[in-house]
């Protein structure tokens, strides 16, 4: 069945391929996993040691309307440089702008043994409560009352108490075109200090760790806007 | 004909005398017969319906020989069947509270295992959405076997016998989490109870004693309504009015919903062999049945958020509890604990 797909796949419109780049930053700095001491919004200096998530449900927005929809999950790794650029064949047409999810929909959390981006052992994902962590942001700051001064913020849930699904839509600055030739590039920022304070400010000395449903909605709505474009060519 | 009958004799005598040096066992050997899921009349549709997971006498056996090695544990001492064992209806039996490395015990009471397809969540808590990840839970939990799927994997991948046990299985030696998971389902998934006595005077294959049929009444009456036929339960989350125990600080469901009206709210149980799963409640408080009752029919001694339903029992003579504990011996299912399908094969 799975190779009658791949195989009905190739008779579709040809078209062209399509390259998300995803680059880390805090602030207006490339992120450096534990060199370099950035500062929060509470001027507590701080450090990143892991920075990971899933994006998935990725749509392709055309200008007449109609969305390309990819079904795949990616899990994007600061300390896997190839997990950080997503290759995607789509077809001829002119694109305004992309849509994805920050996490894992409700299906996915609910299908049992998964496999590639989903399996279980890239450790983002809760046993006792099943369900994928959809973000992890560790470090460490002086400011943390945590043993070894650490900060991890691991945010998941995908039903109540804290659905922590978050939507992104981005729209490019000028419509581009794909054609059956060459390969369009879009480079995407994904900000993670914003993660620390795109709508509340997190004080490393309050919370320093977030591992289950408890505050994992304040931090979802930070990261929610953690993206931006930064070109298309 | 005749060399024809000879050949066929000679590969006999030759399969019986290399079964013999190799040790297999005909009481280990599994069939495609033994892995058909079979849906026992009466019962509802099952949750979980081996989609993407079609049982084989080969997956089914590398998942009954991972559910019997502690390898699954990080200091290979654990096994799945270290707490869920056979004898007790894949409970642990005389042990209150779950036992894990190192000595560690838990705080909760180790389920008895039976009709998993027919749960939509798993735990005391429910918080196990799938049967496919509900091992994950005991493997990676600290004070359980403490261990991560990716290092069971490695240590899978040293063991050359797995490794062709794999293959068997799944057509290429490749390990991985999913194929684990899956083959563990089969097994577990299988493991369906439906031959007690109780099932058997369903069927019209047996009778009741006036006691049975009195504390089938009863039953019916004061328990069915929480503890659902066919199945013993209704797959919810009730408090049942049992004083917190203040050293386990255990909530139960509100841990995983979030919702302070879920406190101190567990699963209602299946009932299925309970005679051999004592002792009992979430936190095996209980070490005898009679225990249960006397606290199911004492509404003055339950906390005040106790489930309605506790309050509809009412007050349980003693001779109630008497044909109630005569119903509830009649739920153990013999043909199923002395399954040759679920025996350790570590023994063979």
């Known amino acids: 069945m799975a190779a009658l797909w791949a195989a009905m796949s190739f008779t579709k419109p040809s078209g062209g391929k399509f390259t998300i780049t995803f680059h880390h930053y805090v602030g207006d700095k490339l992120l450096q996993l534990d060199t370099v001491i950035y500062n929060n919004a509470f001027g507590q200096p701080f450090t990143i040691t892991k920075f990971k998530y899933y994006v998935g449900n990725i749509h392709l927005k055309k200008t007449n309307g109609t969305d390309v929809v990819f079904n795949d999950y990616y899990l994007v790794d600061e300390d896997e440089s190839p997990s950080k650029k997503i290759d995607l064949d789509i077809p001829t047409g002119e694109y305004s702008g992309i849509e994805f999810i920050i996490g894992v929909d409700s299906l996915h959390n609910c299908s049992g043994a998964q496999s590639g981006a989903l399996d279980p052992v890239n450790a983002m994902f809760w046993a006792w409560n099943t369900g994928y962590i959809f973000l992890k942001l560790e470090g460490k700051s002086p400011a943390s009352k945590s043993s070894g001064n650490v900060f991890e913020y691991h945010i998941g849930g995908y039903k109540a108490p804290a659905n922590c699904i978050r939507q992104v839509s981005l729209r490019f600055a000028q419509p581009f075109t794909v054609n059956n030739a060459g390969t369009k590039e879009l480079h995407l920022k994904a900000d993670a200090a914003e993660i620390l304070k795109g709508s509340t400010a997190i004080d490393f000395s309050t919370l320093s760790s977030v591992t289950d449903f408890h505050n994992a909605a304040t931090i979802a709505n930070n990261y929610m806007g953690m993206f931006s474009v930064l070109s298309v060519n | 004909m005749k060399k024809k009958t000879v050949a066929i004799l000679s590969i006999l005598a030759v399969c019986t005398i290399l079964f013999g040096f190799t040790g297999v066992n005909k009481y280990f050997i599994i069939t495609s017969e033994d892995v058909a899921v079979k849906i026992p009349k009466g019962f509802p549709k099952p949750h979980y319906r081996f989609k993407n997971n079609k049982p084989s006498p080969e997956i089914f056996v590398l998942g009954r020989k991972l559910f019997y090695d502690p390898i699954l544990s990080k200091d290979s001492t654990i096994s799945c069947a270290s707490c869920h064992q056979r004898i007790a209806a894949f409970g642990h039996i005389d042990h209150a509270l779950s036992h894990g490395i190192n000595g560690l015990i838990g705080k909760r009471n180790v389920p008895a295992l039976q009709n998993l397809i027919w749960k939509d969540a798993f735990m005391w808590d429910g918080g196990v959405n799938h049967l496919e990840v509900q091992p994950l839970s005991p493997i990676t939990n600290p004070i359980e076997m403490n261990e991560s799927i990716a290092h069971v994997i490695e240590k899978l991948k040293h063991n050359k016998q797995?490794?062709?046990?794999?293959?068997?299985?799944?057509?290429?030696?490749?390990?991985?989490?999913?194929?684990?998971?899956?083959?563990?389902?089969?097994?577990?998934?299988?493991?369906?109870?439906?031959?007690?006595?109780?099932?058997?005077?369903?069927?019209?294959?047996?009778?009741?004693?006036?006691?049975?049929?009195?504390?089938?009444?009863?039953?019916?009456?004061?328990?069915?309504?929480?503890?659902?036929?066919?199945?013993?339960?209704?797959?919810?989350?009730?408090?049942?009015?049992?004083?917190?125990?203040?050293?386990?600080?255990?909530?139960?469901?509100?841990?995983?919903?979030?919702?302070?009206?879920?406190?101190?709210?567990?699963?209602?149980?299946?009932?299925?062999?309970?005679?051999?799963?004592?002792?009992?409640?979430?936190?095996?408080?209980?070490?005898?049945?009679?225990?249960?009752?006397?606290h199911y029919g004492s509404p003055q001694n339950f906390t005040p958020l106790a489930t309605k339903e506790m309050y509809e029992i009412g007050t349980l003579t003693e001779q109630d509890k008497k044909y109630l504990l005569t119903f509830l011996l009649t739920l153990t299912d013999k043909s199923f604990i002395y399954d040759r399908r679920f025996v350790d094969p570590f023994v063979q």
Request: hydrophobic letters at 35%; a negative charge; glycine letters at 6%.
């Open chain 2, 162 to 294: 797995y490794i062709e046990e794999f293959r068997a299985a799944f057509g290429d030696t490749s390990i991985t989490s999913e194929k684990i998971l899956k083959s563990l389902a089969q097994f577990t998934g299988l493991m369906i109870s439906a031959n007690s006595r109780y099932d058997k005077f369903m069927r019209g294959e047996d009778t009741f004693s006036m006691a049975e049929l009195n504390g089938l009444e009863i039953f019916r009456e004061k328990c069915a309504s929480c503890h659902e036929e066919p199945l013993f339960t209704d797959n919810t989350y009730r408090n049942n009015g049992l004083k917190p125990d203040t050293a386990l600080k255990d909530k139960g469901r509100s841990a995983i919903t979030g919702d302070q009206f879920d406190d101190y709210k567990f699963l209602v149980p299946s009932l299925r062999n309970i005679e051999m799963t004592y002792p009992y409640m979430h936190d095996g408080r209980f070490r005898k049945l009679k225990n249960v009752l006397d």
